[in-house]
């Protein structure tokens, strides 16, 4: 597919929703890219923020690729945390207990996204809907952390319905608290996020045309 064709979809399914296309920023997820290949596939193209899930494979592209924007998209562990300051937004906060550990890491103020498991998977990580109020409350405490909204994975391989509902979902919830991001959406189903309101989308294998 690659990134033009990516940027295209994500006009077109918020034209789609009568949203204004500008809404929607393309993360571009880099987790077994090389520097190079992101200078070629992303980077050309202009400055995108780029999406890495593991620490130990980020650190040096953040060293190589001076300049660009990097967000973590990754399992969020108290062992990770002294990294974070290296990251321009985190997507995958999901427990107390490691944004304890963050606070006392950051030396700046760090934005970032709650991970809801909206699908209720129990694979996967992320804070229950119904648990969200009191883990908003108690972040709203660390003055190191500034949550800008929330992100969820949707179920893999999922009819288009569940998918349209689980998007619509997380959209709900940010809108009730008062949150303006919504990550959410990637490679197979990002156009339907889109359209129920995602603001970033997290596309690794059809910017690398692999789709």
Do not use: C, W
Not at 27 to 54: C, H, M, N, Q, W
Not at 113 to 127: A, D, S
């Amino acid at each position: 597919m690659g990134l033009p064709e990516v940027l295209a979809r994500i006009e077109r399914a918020a034209r789609r929703a009568g949203r204004d296309p500008s809404g929607v920023r393309l993360v571009a997820v880099t987790k077994g890219r090389s520097p190079e290949e992101i200078r070629e596939k992303v980077l050309a193209y202009g400055d995108f923020p780029l999406g890495e899930s593991r620490v130990q494979e980020a650190l040096p592209k953040i060293e190589a690729l001076s300049g660009a924007t990097f967000h973590f998209i990754g399992p969020l562990q108290r062992n990770k945390a002294k990294f974070m300051g290296r990251f321009a937004l985190v997507h995958s906060l999901e427990s107390l207990r490691v944004a304890e550990a963050l606070n006392r890491r950051l030396e700046r103020v760090l934005e970032v996204l709650v991970e809801v498991n909206v699908g209720r998977e129990p694979q996967k990580h992320g804070v229950l809907p119904e648990a969200l109020p009191d883990l908003l409350g108690a972040l709203g405490e660390l003055p190191r952390l500034r949550v800008v909204g929330l992100m969820t994975v949707a179920p893999r391989r999922a009819d288009p319905r569940r998918l349209r509902a689980v998007f619509a979902e997380l959209s709900r919830l940010a809108d009730r608290y008062n949150l303006p991001e919504r990550s959410m959406g990637m490679s197979e189903d990002f156009e339907l996020a889109v359209e129920e309101g995602a603001t970033l989308v997290r596309v690794g294998r059809a910017v690398f045309d692999e789709l």
